[in-house]
């Protein structure tokens, strides 16, 4: 922990001239990584070839024989978004612009976390999965909430297989910690998306994929966990065909969680229950339905941190396990998800594709914050208790029906999409009045064990009733002007409206008719290599209020990129260089730390303009035939309108680095790995109680390493080790530092797995 005195540096450059020299100056990175590659070794294909039997077997022959696991087989055609059967990359992704593109003909940043990174990783949720994402901030807020960023902006876009799903983070209705045992893989597209999801939040936009039911033999995959703090976890996935032509097929995901963690007293748990079936009702047709139920467990979970400072004045530092709620604190929550897919090919070229979901999430917290508020000459610093018990609903009702084929024009082939989506979302929140007494504040901390009562909660009333609904067209396509050149152009036309009240301030915006244009230009350098540059527009309503309790404008802007993008032959290895700009109007910015009057803790926010400019390197796949890697450095300026820093508590600048190591030719079935996810220093602007006025609070850089090792014991069995933040280094992981985060201190955890 360290007081921030240095300025952050600013690039001057024009935004052109900029933009096209750090392009050049760092493709040779990426070229040099794929080319280097592409002559020392060739990876082995990922394309399979299925025996007469169904079973699938990677194309290498002539390998030294080794123990390795039954592959559970999939009938998925290759345009479906499926992983469970590749290594780090992905033939094509659909996030960015809704057409089957592969990662050189995707004008954007996209970074695909595959099914077999999620498991060298042994990411057991979402939060888990972004913390090791190239580009991506996660910052810890308290016990239940986490807050995502990319470009120096916060992430607010997240779909589960296309559609949109709000997240509503103040609320934590465990959607960050979403259980990724039910999901194939997660696309992340960097910059703006708002063709596809309206939205066009230029930070990033987050799609996780659903497993499906595309087995056509029977497999059942076992395991369990265990860390050293307690935790333990076990799961059970079931696939089988359930017709005799195995046309009809099923699919099941069972996965429970509980047990302790770093922090004193905190208990946290999951339980998941998913199914799925996916029945070829025709040749042409494949209809999919399924559910899923996740509840989420948080007991004695803290609320805002812990104290910034002490009595004295100087800046606080606890030990990581340090815990300031109560005993009887939980913020359980429970989501539940119902969806259902029509897939329809009329022909080899024309596809129709309808999506629905619907989604019930609920939270009923009951919460303690203390926080420091003012200074008492004899008694030092006085820390205030701020009691919350609340119920919140939401329900979500998602449509989408697209329209994909090519076709062919002035001698060349073609593709375009187009489709319409509707949304409605509907959040309500019931709030406890506090005891009419208030609570004693609290004078001394250190001894804190959260021995303290619980109180006689009041009267239940409804503080809240917002209504939010969404309708929009869409199309974009793929013009193959020349073999080399290609131009996407999308357009997409929006009508967004919120409606209700909260906390008493009536609810009532709209917009009509937003037109959200998207460009696109790529250009095959050779067979590897390939440039681009893209233009999205930026529309983006705002769930921040002002200090009158109005919602602020959305936010308009725009988001530029170029760069390079490159891959081996077979395209185990991709790479890809960004340079990107963002510019946007009335971003959501603290107002001096107020609060909203008669709005309990919210806080107050103002519009203010905003620019984001940097560059991101990524290299993913096969850099060998026994080596995978994903490798991702990013680094951004982000100022306000008269050049100051803003967003401080996002990391300028961040290096992901993580690789396992085939040994079977020394140790046969071992797999090793590892990583290193480092980040510099990041600060706030926080008020001393003590002093009264404003300064800076931070963290310095942190360097977190990791290990893993996986041992196939025989076909069936094997055993997986991870060690995170193997040094143990001590850090504080928030964005802001109104209270205090840390980050998980070193962790071992091990699993066993049986398939079958």
Do not use: C
Not at 357 to 382: C, F, H, Q, R, T
């Amino acid at each position: 922990m360290f007081t921030v005195t240095q300025n952050i540096k600013r690039h001057k450059p024009s935004t052109l001239s900029w933009l096209v020299k750090q392009t050049m100056h760092l493709s040779a990175i990426a070229s040099l990584a794929v080319s280097s590659s592409m002559i020392h070794a060739e990876p082995s294909p990922l394309t399979t070839t299925t025996d007469d039997s169904g079973d699938i077997n990677r194309a290498n022959s002539e390998a030294e024989p080794s123990t390795t696991l039954p592959t559970i087989v999939v009938t998925a055609d290759i345009n479906k978004q499926v992983t469970e059967n590749t290594d780090y990359t992905i033939p094509v992704a659909r996030s960015a612009t809704g057409l089957a593109l592969s990662a050189r003909e995707t004008p954007q940043a996209v970074s695909v976390v595959t099914h077999q990174q999620i498991k060298d990783q042994n990411s057991n949720n979402l939060t888990e999965v972004l913390k090791r994402a190239p580009a991506i901030q996660v910052g810890s807020i308290d016990g239940a909430r986490s807050g995502f960023s990319a470009r120096g902006f916060g992430i607010n876009g997240f779909q589960i297989d296309g559609l949109d799903t709000d997240f509503v983070q103040q609320a934590a209705m465990g959607e960050y910690g979403i259980n990724t045992a039910m999901f194939d893989h997660v696309e992340i597209v960097r910059g703006a998306t708002g063709l596809m999801s309206g939205t066009g939040d230029p930070s990033a936009n987050v799609n996780l994929i659903r497993k499906r039911a595309d087995s056509n033999v029977r497999a059942t995959e076992l395991s369990a966990d265990v860390d050293r703090y307690g935790y333990y976890g076990l799961s059970v996935d079931h696939s089988q065909p359930l017709s005799e032509s195995g046309a009809v097929r099923g699919r099941v995901v069972a996965n429970y969680q509980d047990g302790d963690t770093f922090i004193d007293r905190q208990e946290l748990g999951q339980n998941l229950l998913y199914a799925t079936v996916d029945a070829d009702v025709s040749d042409n047709t494949t209809v999919s339905i399924g559910a899923s139920r996740q509840h989420n467990k948080s007991k004695s979970t803290m609320w805002g941190g812990l104290p910034s400072y002490l009595s004295d004045g100087s800046k606080a530092e606890w030990d990581t396990s340090k815990n300031g709620s109560a005993n009887w604190t939980n913020w359980d929550s429970d989501n539940v998800y119902y969806f259902a897919d029509i897939d329809h090919d009329f022909n080899e070229n024309w596809n129709l594709t309808t999506n629905a979901s619907y989604n019930e999430s609920d939270s009923s917290p009951k919460l303690l914050y203390m926080y420091a508020s003012s200074v008492d000459p004899d008694a030092g610093l006085i820390y205030n208790l701020n009691p919350f018990h609340a119920d919140t609903e939401r329900k979500q009702v998602n449509v989408k029906t697209e329209l994909t084929g090519n076709f062919d024009a002035l001698g060349r082939t073609h593709q375009v999409i187009v489709g319409g989506y509707y949304k409605k979302s509907d959040l309500d929140t019931f709030t406890y009045t506090a005891p009419p007494d208030g609570l004693l504040p609290v004078s001394e901390f250190s001894d804190w064990d959260g021995s303290y009562p619980e109180p006689v909660w009041g009267d239940k009333t409804q503080s809240s009733d917002v209504t939010t609904k969404e309708k929009a067209i869409f199309a974009a396509t793929q013009l193959q002007l020349t073999d080399p050149l290609s131009l996407i152009l999308g357009s997409r036309v929006s009508d967004y409206e919120r409606s209700g009240f909260q906390y008493g301030t009536k609810v009532n915006t709209e917009s009509e008719h937003i037109w959200t244009p998207y460009a696109g230009i790529t250009y095959d350098v050779n067979d590897n290599h390939s440039l681009y540059t893209s233009y999205s527009a930026i529309f983006q309503p705002q769930s921040e209020r002002d200090i009158n309790g109005l919602y602020l404008d959305p936010i308009e802007g725009k988001n530029y990129e170029i760069g390079l993008k490159s891959e081996s032959d077979n395209g185990a290895l991709q790479s890809q260089v960004s340079i990107f700009r963002i510019e946007q109007n009335d971003l959501a910015q603290p107002d001096g730390g107020q609060t909203i009057p008669g709005a309990g803790l919210e806080k107050a926010y103002v519009g203010a303009d905003a620019t984001s400019q940097g560059v991101e390197v990524e290299v993913t796949g096969a850099l060998s035939d026994k080596l995978q890697a994903t490798i991702g450095y990013t680094h951004f300026n982000t100022k306000g309108k008269n050049g100051q820093a803003i967003n401080t508590g996002y990391a300028d600048t961040t290096l992901n680095l993580f690789a396992t190591y085939d040994m079977d030719d020394i140790i046969p079935n071992l797999t090793v790995g590892g990583g290193i996810d480092w980040s510099n220093g990041y600060y706030g602007i926080v008020t001393n109680p003590v002093t009264g006025r404003s300064e800076k609070y931070g963290q310095d850089d942190v360097t977190l390493a990791s290990i893993m090792a996986r041992y196939a014991v025989n076909e069936n069995l094997e055993a997986q080790l991870n060690v995170n933040n193997l040094f143990n280094q001590k850090y504080l992981a928030g964005e802001n530092f109104f209270g205090l985060t840390y980050g998980e201190p070193i962790n071992v955890v091990g699993r066993l797995t049986y398939r079958f």
